[in-house]
């Protein structure tokens, strides 16, 4: 069964290895899958060459000294959403940046060593950007699930 229009089943179950542990060994997947090393070598490399994946290191910004977290909701001059969320993406301590509809056009998420820090970024980065109307902050209390765009075997769960 084929799950996207852009990767096979082989693709998909590659994916899911390698999501397991980024730095696992071809000849592991290869015969965890039951298909040759070359197969998986140039599977994971076209992968990578179209930007289906990435393989990096997710750091836990909290025990680098981050130990404050906020989702900062913006309300955003329609005509100049485009610029704000270039210039929001530009910042090195968002961590993404979404466009939404609802109450908040832009979401962004930020981590930041200090509760002054937090203050600082939306009183005189974020309020400063032209076109940012109104910025609400919701500091983060406690994070129960953080994962980067997981696909899973689902298998299990549509046969249920």
């Known amino acids: 069964m084929t799950h996207s229009n852009d990767i096979d ?5 590659i994916i899911i290895e390698l999501q397991k542990n980024g ?8 015969g965890q899958l039951g298909i040759s090393l070359s197969t998986v070598s140039r599977r994971i490399d076209n992968l990578l060459n179209s930007g289906i ?12 000294g981050y130990k404050f977290s ?11 959403i ?8 530009a910042l090195r301590n968002v961590t993404f940046v ?6 908040f056009d832009v979401f962004i998420n930020s981590y930041f060593a200090s509760m002054e820090g937090m ?26 699930k953080r994962t980067l765009g997981r ?10």
């Open 119 to 144: 203050a600082t970024f939306v009183k005189e980065v974020i309020s400063r950007i032209e076109g940012v109307r109104q910025v609400e902050t919701f500091y983060i209390a406690g994070t129960r």
């Open 98 to 103: 979404v466009e939404t509809f609802g109450r």
């Open 53 to 64: 994946i990435q393989i990096t290191a997710v750091p836990d910004l909290a025990k680098l």
């Open 70 to 80: 906020a989702l900062i909701g913006l309300d955003v001059d329609v005509s100049k």
């Open 23 to 30: 730095r696992r060994e071809y000849t592991d997947i290869a």
């Open 82 to 89: 485009d610029s704000v969320c270039t210039s929001l993406a």
């Open 151 to 160: 696909i899973e075997d689902t298998e299990k769960y549509l046969s249920a």
């Open 9 to 13: 089943e082989i693709a998909r179950k």
